[in-house]
């Protein structure tokens, strides 16, 4: 079983996916969301002793002549912050042919966006995430070559596409940011046991999509079913609108907002235009951007969204989803692979079905080089910096090359990671199992060599390979995808509550909100 702060490689494509929102394709893996990693806004939870009764209208001009929108924590958010984010939302709303929602709507999604961003903000920077223009540059060139461009065809295809390379930059650091903090913050938290695959699997082969045993073919009935999936594994680019239902609602309340997202229901189903329908109604964070919350293999998604969607085509919209964070209307706005959806079609997909038949696919062995190594993790923090972190590591290099002290001693003394008790032993690793930046420099060890310090999503690392050897790994790597599917599944819901947490945990003075409330009040 993998070990809890192994540098495994634990989240979706994050970089990928910020090419494609750039150039205004579905995003790749949610936006952290997606789900999805979303961010889910909720209503802000400031303690009892830091909440004011609301200013009445002749203390107006008071309360907004310092041009405060909101403060987070100890962070204040300007007006003029709101409105030259809104003046940016507009230009990409029309970009994207989206009809701008009023100004009062604008600023309100507006700022609800940035005091998410804000919160993320200092919760990295209090963990000591941070990313510099090296590692941004790093990432552009994994975007161009997992794209097949060079940066500067990248470049040339972001701005094409009406992006300022600038921000497309600072929006790639922010995703990097983003996904280290939930690999820090949620990922180690998720344990997908041996129990969980053999249970999935068996769901694959109730399902149609029987793996059939290492080389073997499936059984007549089995292939017969896996047929319409011959196509590929079945993806799904999806958008929501989510009206969101805050913690503690009263019934009424409930029943409220349940009869806003039918009356919003109706109207997609109508034909007005979706995207427009999120961007001036949705409460989810991708509402600016359409609802869009990209494309994943159909099992990536949520059951919750997989049971309401499965078998619909492109174009068509879902019924009513409840949740525990509201009502969502789901849209599936591009479905590739698998053949096309049977119209009218009434069964739920078989979860899974099109990962055991694109596994099944392959039918003779896979062999891999699999590679024994051990590492020593130094994780940063506000009192453990990134130099300070490499700086120790390179020392206890030193100590380890000179024949002073063994690998494994350093690794019990030192390391930060759960694999410290056994000298820092990874065990045998397959390809594709670590972060990319670790495995590359592991890939480029030779036998019982020691790496030069390393930078992960997790930390600082010193890697010795011990050895190599090439192994069928049919078995092992249709559990191994297994329980990244599982992964992605849990990991979402997991990250978007962390971040309601968070958010309910912090000071929140939304001075944009009481305002409106005021002036509703006295209109």
């Known amino acids: ?42 209503a802000a939870r400031a303690p009892a002793a830091q909440q004011s009764a609301a200013p009445q209208p002749a203390e ?24 030259q984010a809104a003046q940016e939302a507009v230009v990409d709303l029309q970009r994207r042919k989206i009809a701008v929602p009023d100004n009062e709507t604008l600023q309100r999604q507006v700022l609800q966006r940035l005091i998410m961003e804000r919160l993320e903000r200092q919760e990295a920077d209090r963990l000591g995430i941070r990313v510099d223009n090296t590692q941004v540059d790093q990432a552009i060139t994994m975007v161009a070559n997992r794209n097949k461009l060079s940066v500067d065809q990248l470049r040339a295809e972001v701005q094409k596409s009406g992006v300022a390379w600038e921000e497309y930059r600072r929006t790639l650091r922010d995703e990097i940011r983003l996904d280290r903090l939930r690999q820090r913050t949620v990922d180690s938290g998720i344990i997908i046991t041996d129990a969980d695959i053999d249970a999935f699997l068996k769901d694959q082969a109730r399902g149609g999509g029987q793996f059939g045993g290492a080389g073997g073919a499936p059984s007549a009935p089995a292939a017969a079913q896996a047929a319409p999936q011959a196509a590929g594994p079945v993806s799904l680019t999806l958008a929501q609108i989510l009206v969101r239902v805050p913690e503690g609602s009263s019934p009424e309340a409930i029943a409220a907002l349940r009869k806003k997202a039918e009356d ?37 998604w949520p059951d919750l969204f997989i049971r309401a969607v499965g ?63 051990r590492h020593i993790l130094i994780k940063t923090s506000a009192v453990m910096t990134d130099q300070q972190a490499r700086e120790r590591l390179e020392q206890v290099r030193q100590r380890i090359v000179s024949g002073s002290t063994t690998f494994e001693a350093m690794a019990r003394q030192y390391s930060q990671d759960a694999t410290a008790p056994q000298g820092g032993d ?37 890697i010795q390979v011990l050895e190599r050897r090439e192994q069928d790994v049919t078995d092992e790597m249709q559990r191994m995808q297994a329980r990244q599917i599982l992964f992605e599944r849990r990991a979402a819901p997991a990250f978007e509550d962390w971040l309601e947490n968070l958010r309910g945990q912090a000071y929140i003075d939304n001075r944009l909100e009481k305002r409106e409330t005021i002036e509703q009040r006295y209109r």
């Open 426 to 462: 990874l065990g045998w690793t397959n390809p594709g199992e670590m972060v990319p930046t670790f495995e590359a420099a592991m890939n480029a060890l030779q036998p019982n060599e020691i790496s030069q310090p390393v930078q992960s999503p997790f930390g600082w690392h010193l």
């Open 311 to 373: 078998n619909l085509p492109a174009g068509q919209v879902s019924d009513l989803v409840q949740s525990g964070n509201g009502f969502h209307i789901l849209k599936v706005v591009a479905r590739s692979g698998g053949g096309a959806a049977p119209q009218g079609a009434q069964q739920p997909a078989a979860p899974g079905g099109q990962f055991a038949a694109s596994t099944q696919a392959s039918q003779g062995p896979v062999r891999v080089t699999q590679t024994h190594a």
């Open 60 to 83: 107006q001009g008071e309360q907004f002549a310092d041009g405060i929108a909101a403060i987070v924590n100890k962070d204040v958010i300007t007006l003029r912050e709101v409105r």
């Open 264 to 300: 919003l229901l109706a109207r997609a189903r109508k034909g007005e235009d979706f995207a427009s329908l999120a961007a001036a109604g949705s409460d989810g964070p991708e509402a600016l951007q359409g609802g869009q919350m990209g494309s994943r293999p159909l099992d990536g």
């Open 1 to 42: 079983m993998r070990r809890l702060q192994n540098p495994r490689r634990t989240s979706g494509n994050a970089l990928l996916l910020a090419l494609c929102a750039s150039l205004g394709a579905a995003p790749a893996f949610a936006q952290q969301g997606s789900h999805q990693g979303s961010h889910r806004p909720v």
